[in-house]
């Protein structure tokens, strides 16, 4: 089982950019799904992006979807990362990468078994 520690975040003005990065323990991350998750304050975790094992094909969450965020991995690294830019004060919030052993880039947090610490991430306007 993989061990997952994101780093990146921080303080950014709106408009601004930043690149989260997610580690990965072990020497079978690229058999894993990746997927990044957020939480702002007293809303619930929701899905943001997720990347799938073998084919790589990706999938975003409906906040995200007009293209400002991108989800890679370079499985050579056992890194995943999220690039975000056009940042909005929106996007402020905790955000988690987590592993999953589905073979599709799948949105459901239920699939995902190892999580990382997370990393805040905050938009200032």
């Known amino acids: 089982q993989v061990q997952l520690v994101e780093s990146g975040g921080g303080l950014v003005q709106a408009g601004g950019s930043l690149r989260l990065s997610c580690a990965a323990s072990g020497r079978t991350f690229s058999s894993y799904t990746m997927g990044w998750f957020?939480?702002?304050?007293?809303?619930?975790?929701?899905?943001?992006?997720?990347?799938?094992?073998?084919?790589?094909?990706?999938?975003?969450?409906?906040?995200?979807k007009e293209g400002r965020f991108t989800i890679s991995?370079?499985?050579?690294?056992?890194?995943?990362?999220?690039?975000?830019?056009?940042?909005?004060?929106?996007?402020?919030?905790?955000?988690?990468c987590a592993a999953s052993r589905i073979l599709w880039a799948t949105t459901v947090q239920g699939h995902y078994d190892t999580w990382g610490q997370g990393t805040q991430v905050t938009v200032s306007s």
């Open 38 to 64: 957020r939480q702002a304050p007293g809303k619930e975790r929701e899905f943001v992006a997720a990347i799938a094992s073998s084919s790589g094909n990706t999938y975003y969450g409906d906040s995200v």
């Open 73 to 96: 991995r370079d499985n050579a690294k056992n890194t995943a990362y999220l690039q975000m830019s056009s940042l909005k004060p929106e996007d402020t919030a905790v955000y988690f």
